[in-house]
């Protein structure tokens, strides 16, 4: 309806103040159903949905906090022009601000420069996706008229908060873990959104890890005991275990591998936003590297403070049947017998092998996404489920193989009782690559790999179905 009014009566630039006045006034005619001369919080909302405004959550509250100068809860028509003048003066300031060789219109690559800006690396093809929604002419170029007609009811402020909307309405996968997601809205916060999406994700990571358990376990055993038992495979192991503790022993330590996903991700997201702010000078232009250090920061913040369950983990898969009734009754016996150094064993190596994980994981996905992107999705900016699931695959299987070996060497030391000598991180790699050669420091890793595609289909799955619960788009 906006464009069909600016391009009925507006054919020109003669009279232009009378003739955008006129629209005002006939969209404020719109808005005031009952005739009154005022504009209240309701009436804009039906008005926005019906223009299909769909700006976030709750934009007409963002309009109606600018606009009331008199707080009366109604915008007369004289508050309503103030607002839209006010509100296209710095639509125009930050037209100009992504117009940057000041041709008049604004392209692709303009746009990719000013989605960077907030730390957020896209391709071509995703920005001209965002051109396209707002390209009236198929030009694939922005306007000065395309932009304003489109922004005209958006309760944006500055680029800033466009760049913000880009990236939350069109899709753009930006590779970070679920369990370290990029910062919430303000309209996220307000909504209660936030703590849906966690809850959708701690859900999914339980079922994932509930189902890869047994894969799991066979891991830790093979990475602490087959230096012994070199021979024995995967098959093997398996019958060993069910024969030792019955079916159920596969998810031995599962119950505590859930259920400290609660406290970790909290943490990890706590941290992860405190980083940011120290590592950004106004909590807006944060490029990917200081991403990926406040992602390692927040990660290894949190492995500190669940560690203690870690350990509690390891010793629960490796113990044998009836050695421990359950998680307090593991935790209290290490605490009696090995005294509290024992929940910060292998602390180091765990430590250590966080950054190249992350490192890898995220460029990795980024790389291969992108690349799809680049040049085989076509006008879509979202690569959809079976591509991301794909790169999702490479990435953690490129980061299992670079943190592997530390890995080892934390679980190794996790599992020494008190009865041997305590072994630091050097004296036992130096042990392991004599006893053992190189091949000793991946042990284990078939199990692990072979759990990679399943766990992330898994999860894939999982977090779809449990946000659709959620009512989470």
């Given at each position: 309806?906006?464009?069909?009014?600016?391009?009925?009566?507006?054919?020109?630039?003669?009279?232009?103040?009378?003739?955008?006045?006129?629209?005002?006034?006939?969209?404020?005619?719109?808005?005031?159903?009952?005739?009154?001369?005022?504009?209240?919080?309701?009436?804009?909302?039906?008005?926005?949905?019906?223009?299909?405004?769909?700006?976030?959550?709750?934009?007409?509250?963002?309009?109606?906090?600018?606009?009331?100068?008199?707080?009366?809860?109604?915008?007369?028509?004289?508050?309503?022009?103030?607002?839209?003048?006010?509100?296209?003066?710095?639509?125009?300031?930050?037209?100009?601000?992504?117009?940057?060789?000041?041709?008049?219109?604004?392209?692709?690559?303009?746009?990719?420069?000013?989605?960077?800006?907030?730390?957020?690396?896209?391709?071509?093809?995703?920005?001209?996706?965002?051109?396209?929604?707002?390209?009236?002419?198929?030009?694939?170029?922005?306007?000065?008229?395309?932009?304003?007609?489109?922004?005209?009811?958006?309760?944006?402020?500055?680029?800033?908060?466009?760049?913000?909307?880009?990236?939350?309405?069109?899709?753009?996968?930006?590779?970070?873990?679920?369990?370290?997601?990029?910062?919430?809205?303000?309209?996220?916060?307000?909504?209660?959104?936030?703590?849906?999406?966690?809850?959708?994700?701690?859900?999914?990571?339980?079922?994932?890890?509930?189902?890869?358990?047994?894969?799991?376990?066979?891991?830790?055993?093979?990475q602490v005991r087959s230096s012994?038992?070199?021979?024995?495979?995967?098959?093997?192991?398996?019958?060993?275990?069910?024969?030792?503790?019955?079916?159920?022993?596969?998810?031995?330590?599962?119950?505590?591998?859930?259920?400290?996903?609660?406290?970790?991700?909290?943490?990890?997201?706590?941290?992860?936003?405190?980083?940011?702010?120290?590592?950004?000078?106004?909590?807006?232009?944060?490029?990917?590297?200081?991403?990926?250090?406040?992602?390692?920061?927040?990660?290894?913040?949190?492995?500190?403070?669940?560690?203690?369950?870690?350990?509690?983990?390891?010793?629960?898969?490796?113990g044998k049947t009836g050695e421990?009734?359950?998680?307090?009754?593991?935790?209290?016996?290490?605490?009696?017998?090995?005294?509290?150094?024992?929940?910060?064993?292998?602390?180091?190596?765990?430590?250590?092998?966080?950054?190249?994980?992350?490192?890898?994981?995220?460029?990795?996905?980024?790389?291969?996404?992108?690349?799809?992107?680049?040049?085989?999705?076509?006008?879509?900016?979202?690569?959809?489920?079976?591509?991301?699931?794909?790169?999702?695959?490479?990435?953690?299987?490129?980061?299992?193989?670079?943190?592997?070996?530390?890995?080892?060497?934390?679980?190794?030391?996790?599992?020494?009782?008190?009865?041997?000598?305590?072994?630091?991180?050097?004296?036992?790699?130096?042990?392991?690559?004599?006893?053992?050669?190189?091949?000793?420091?991946?042990?284990?890793?078939?199990?692990?790999?072979?759990?990679?595609?399943?766990?992330?289909?898994?999860?894939?799955?999982?977090?779809?179905?449990?946000?659709?619960?959620?009512?989470?788009?």
């Amino acid at each position: 309806m906006l464009r069909w009014l600016q391009d009925f009566l507006l054919p020109s630039q003669a009279c232009q103040d009378d003739n955008n006045r006129l629209v005002y006034e006939i969209l404020f005619e719109d808005l005031d159903r009952n005739g009154d001369g005022v504009v209240d919080i309701l009436e804009l909302r039906e008005g926005l949905k019906h223009w299909s405004s769909s700006f976030g959550i709750d934009p007409e509250k963002e309009i109606f906090k600018n606009a009331d100068l008199n707080a009366d809860s109604g915008l007369d028509f004289e508050e309503f022009v103030q607002y839209l003048q006010d509100h296209e003066k710095k639509m125009k300031l930050a037209f100009k601000s992504l117009d940057k060789n000041d041709d008049g219109v604004i392209d692709a690559s303009e746009v990719v420069a000013a989605v960077r800006s907030l730390g957020i690396h896209i391709s071509l093809s995703q920005a001209n996706g965002i051109l396209k929604s707002m390209d009236s002419d198929g030009s694939m170029t922005v306007d000065w008229d395309e932009w304003r007609d489109y922004f005209f009811l958006h309760p944006a402020k500055n680029i800033t908060d466009i760049v913000r909307f880009w990236k939350h309405s069109t899709i753009i996968d930006i590779g970070e873990s679920i369990s370290i997601p990029d910062e919430f809205t303000e309209q996220e916060k307000k909504s209660g959104e936030w703590w849906k999406r966690l809850v959708a994700a701690g859900i999914a990571s339980a079922i994932t890890r509930t189902c890869a358990a047994p894969l799991d376990r066979m891991k830790v055993t093979m990475q602490v005991r087959s230096s012994k038992l070199t021979k024995m495979g995967l098959v093997h192991m398996f019958k060993q275990m069910v024969k030792e503790g019955g079916f159920f022993s596969l998810w031995r330590g599962n119950g505590i591998n859930v259920l400290k996903i609660a406290p970790e991700t909290v943490i990890k997201i706590g941290a992860y936003e405190q980083y940011k702010k120290l590592l950004s000078f106004d909590d807006a232009h944060l490029g990917v590297l200081q991403r990926f250090i406040a992602g390692c920061m927040a990660g290894a913040t949190s492995q500190t403070c669940v560690y203690p369950m870690e350990v509690i983990k390891t010793r629960l898969i490796l113990g044998k049947t009836g050695e421990y009734s359950g998680i307090i009754d593991c935790g209290r016996k290490l605490l009696k017998r090995e005294g509290i150094q024992a929940f910060s064993k292998g602390y180091v190596p765990n430590l250590l092998s966080i950054i190249p994980y992350a490192g890898l994981d995220l460029t990795i996905f980024e790389l291969l996404k992108n690349y799809w992107l680049e040049h085989h999705a076509g006008n879509s900016v979202n690569p959809g489920i079976v591509i991301v699931l794909g790169c999702s695959t490479v990435s953690h299987t490129f980061g299992q193989l670079a943190s592997f070996p530390l890995n080892l060497v934390r679980t190794r030391m996790q599992a020494v009782m008190l009865e041997k000598e305590t072994i630091r991180m050097m004296q036992l790699i130096r042990e392991i690559y004599t006893k053992e050669g190189k091949k000793g420091f991946f042990r284990g890793l078939t199990p692990n790999v072979l759990k990679l595609l399943p766990a992330v289909g898994i999860g894939c799955v999982a977090h779809e179905q449990v946000k659709f619960f959620f009512g989470l788009t």
